[in-house]
């Protein structure tokens, strides 16, 4: 699936029917890991900061995502541990 916004073009790649990956003018913007338990269920998402393509280095964002007993995400935590966002239920 493709978006245009502007002049920027947003690529959304899927995989079994779950957002694997997104680029934006053909740089790597996300990238999304599932967890083995449940088909929609987000494990943790890499994020490029600094422009450069790469999800995976120190100009990078990995948050990881906290569910409850049905799979609802409940917040994001970074590496350290910190919860960067709460959702409410």
Request: charged residues 25%; aromatic residues 10%.
């Amino acid at each position: 699936m493709k978006k245009n916004v502007g002049v920027a073009l947003t690529e959304y790649y899927y995989e079994v029917m779950r957002l694997a990956e997104t680029r934006t003018n053909g740089v790597t913007g996300e990238q999304f890991v599932y967890d083995t338990r449940y088909l929609h269920s987000v494990a943790l998402r890499d994020r490029d900061t600094d422009g450069d393509g790469d999800c995976t280095d120190l100009g990078s964002e990995r948050l990881f995502y906290c569910n409850d007993g049905n799979f609802n995400v409940t917040a994001l935590v970074d590496t350290n541990g910190a919860v960067v966002e709460l959702q409410n239920q």
